[in-house]
């Protein structure tokens, strides 16, 4: 992305962002979008606006569309972030592996 920066040098926002983040749920499986590893890359343009690299759990899902709306409403509600948009990519492709410690203990799979 042309002009955009880690939002890793403002680490409060960092932190918000992803407690907004982990507000967002997957409908198929009981666990929020951040935990699960469905957020690939948060980045922060010059302009401020925040954008969200993520994934689904499959490439098929269908409610893709709103999984992806939650995300950038859920990050538009943090102080400090004028706009967001999210952006779906499936590279690399999603695993169990990148659920957090937590989700996998949550979901019996560990």
Known sequence: M????????DERLTREII??????????????V???GLIYDIDRADDGTIHVRMTLT???CPVAG??????????K??????????ELVFDP?????????????ELGLL
Do not use: H, Y
Request: proline share 8%.
């Open 2 to 9: 042309s002009g955009a920066k880690k939002t890793s040098g």
């Open 19 to 32: 407690k907004a983040l982990r507000k967002v749920f997957d409908p198929e499986i009981p666990a929020n």
């Open 34 to 36: 951040f935990d699960l």
């Open 58 to 60: 499959a490439p098929n």
């Open 66 to 75: 709103q999984i992806m709306k939650n995300v950038e409403d859920a990050v």
């Open 77 to 86: 509600g943090v102080d400090g972030v004028p706009d967001c948009k999210a």
């Open 93 to 105: 492709p999603w695993t169990k592996d990148m659920m957090s410690e937590a989700v996998k203990l």
